[in-house]
């Protein structure tokens, strides 16, 4: 062979074996994991005086504060994903927190706050500062709302960070069978996090997109978020997450026998007077509800008709007395008067001494002019009073709104725990002001008001008030609507004074009459003893606790023949 062919074929053969080299140097390169480590510190990246928050199994994407060694989370997170009875006041500076049986509140300097059990405020010190504030920004120290929430924690540092549990159930798990590495991607090339020993338990995740073929997602103890090999790790298995928190237990002032109450209207102290008279032609009441108190101003006060002599005449009549006040002062804004912590208290210990002083069952609370912007600041009122009733043995009462999307703000279903009863006011279903005539309560905006109050409010907390009125309506030809309430007796004289005829209509639970008379078509739907039954008949059926009736003599007296039948 020509030496120059030998030379060129062995030329070819030292390229080819270099080529293979440098095909498996890469191909082993390729298939080597990477040994790279990535430090904690870098992966989770927070600033020297931040708390990396880990929701469950997410990386939340707020950070909280570490301040004097203690871990401080955001007012908004705290309501939002562990307990909503937190209460900050923008106004005055004091963070609130109600229990069944204490109002805890701290202002946002040193480490003092107060309890309050009744109307008086005790003192105390904690080992750290409940509150700091940033600007607007408010921070709750982690371990002051672990004592009230049901969730618990764990803290690590470098970095620092929090691991939440709170969302109770069952969750995929997994076990490191062969020691392998946590990486922060689902590669090998990918840097790694931690060395995981045989036995580390893992929380199994698979929330986000599928990782590469080979790998899976999972969350050590610790709170790290990474992959492992899948071949490294056992067949994932259910776990149970338990709570061990023991909720509070809002206990109720609720009467054992049926409520048949009576709003009493009272517009002087005189009128007082008549209750024994109006009483008497009444049967089976057991609560009267007097309309004694109003809001003055936004500083909380009221004005009082309260009478002793009432309130003694009402016990030897074998009468409860729950004291109602009203919120219909048009020039008090009930939104400057409910988010000041200082007004809320003013107001709720003047109504608590009152009860006290006249030795009162009960408080009605009549609010119906709160805004929405107030919804949260009224709720806040009542959780309040709530604890101040609970502690001296005074029943709590509220009257709603028939549930609808527009007062959804006074959230009934807080309502139902922490107050005694829900009084639910099933009439006016077309009122003074409305732009047609309608019934003031048919059958079935009473079946509706049952039926969604009770999706909210449990059966042993729900009074369903009903109407001793009529409303007589009047449409004259340029289409105004005006309307006029009547008692009883003088709306079924409508009928025998105009010579109508009345017609029962099934459609809304009532008799109905219409005539015309001086260029004008007037309507009227009668609520008497028919249409009461029919409203007995379904609130009977539901087995609430009682009724409620606006208001004491406006009534026929055989009605309270048809009311007893369906509450004994």
């Not at 527009?406 to 279903?429: F, H, L, P």
């Not at 009883?488 to 109905?512: C, H, K, L, R």
């Amino acid at each position: 062979m020509d030496k120059k062919i030998k030379i060129a074929i062995v030329g070819i053969a030292v390229a080819i074996l270099i080529i293979a080299i440098g095909v498996g140097i890469a191909l082993i390169k390729k298939i080597t994991p990477s040994d790279e480590v990535m430090l904690l510190t870098e992966y989770y990246q927070v600033e020297d005086t931040e708390v990396l928050i880990i929701l469950q199994d997410e990386v939340y994407d707020k950070s909280g504060i570490m301040a004097d060694g203690t871990v401080y989370i955001d007012y908004d997170t705290v309501i939002r994903e562990f307990n909503h009875r937190f209460y900050w006041d923008q106004n005055e500076n004091i963070l609130t927190y109600t229990t069944p049986t204490e109002i805890i509140q701290a202002e946002a300097v040193g480490n003092k706050y107060s309890i309050t059990k009744s109307m008086i405020k005790t003192d105390a010190v904690s080992e750290y500062p409940i509150l700091k504030l940033y600007g607007d920004k408010v921070y709750i120290a982690l371990d002051f709302v672990e004592k009230y929430s049901d969730f618990r924690y764990r803290f690590y540092v470098e970095p620092n960070r929090v691991v939440i549990d709170y969302k109770w159930g069952e969750y995929l798990f997994t076990e490191v069978s062969k020691a392998t590495q946590l990486r922060s991607d689902s590669d090998i090339k990918s840097p790694v996090l931690m060395q995981l020993p045989i036995g580390d338990e893992l929380m199994y995740l698979t929330k986000d997109e599928a990782p590469r073929k080979g790998f899976v997602k999972v969350m050590t103890k610790d709170g790290i978020i990474g992959y492992v090999k899948e071949k490294n790790v056992k067949t994932s298995y259910y776990k149970e997450i338990k709570s061990s928190f023991t909720a509070p237990e809002y206990t109720a002032q609720t009467r054992p026998d049926k409520i048949n109450l009576v709003f009493h209207q009272i517009f002087n102290i005189e009128s007082g007077g008549k209750l024994e008279e109006l009483i008497k032609q009444t049967k089976g009441v057991n609560i009267v509800s007097p309309t004694w108190f109003s809001i003055n101003d936004v500083s909380g006060t009221m004005s009082s008709l309260a009478s002793q002599d009432y309130v003694d005449k009402a016990k030897e009549l074998g009468l409860e007395v729950w004291a109602l006040v009203d919120d219909f002062n048009p020039e008090v804004n009930m939104y400057d008067l409910l988010s000041y912590t200082s007004r809320r208290e003013n107001l709720s210990n003047g109504l608590v001494e009152a009860a006290i002083k006249y030795k009162l069952n009960g408080i009605n609370i009549d609010f119906e002019k709160i805004p929405s912007k107030a919804g949260e600041h009224f709720i806040q009122f009542l959780r309040e009073l709530s604890v101040k009733c609970r502690n001296n043995g005074i029943v709590l009462s509220v009257d709603n709104y028939v549930p609808a999307p527009y007062n959804k703000y006074y959230d009934r279903i807080e309502q139902g725990k922490i107050v005694d009863y829900i009084i639910v006011m099933a009439y006016d279903e077309y009122y003074s002001g409305s732009d047609v005539a309608g019934p003031v309560a048919s059958i079935g905006f009473v079946k509706d008001a049952i039926i969604n109050t009770l999706q909210e409010v449990p059966k042993e907390k729900t009074i369903i008030a009903i109407p001793f009125y009529s409303r007589l309506w009047k449409e004259t030809a340029d289409n105004e609507v005006t309307s006029e309430s009547l008692s009883m007796t003088p709306a079924s004289q409508v009928f025998t004074n105009n010579g109508i005829e009345p017609e029962w209509d099934d459609t809304y639970g009532s008799y109905y009459g219409e005539f015309e008379k001086d260029d004008a078509l007037y309507k009227i739907w009668l609520e008497d003893v028919e249409s009461i039954e029919e409203k007995m008949k379904v609130i009977y059926e539901a087995n609430v606790a009682g009724i409620g009736a606006w208001k004491l003599g406006l009534e026929k007296e055989e009605i309270w023949n048809v009311i007893i039948r369906y509450l004994n």
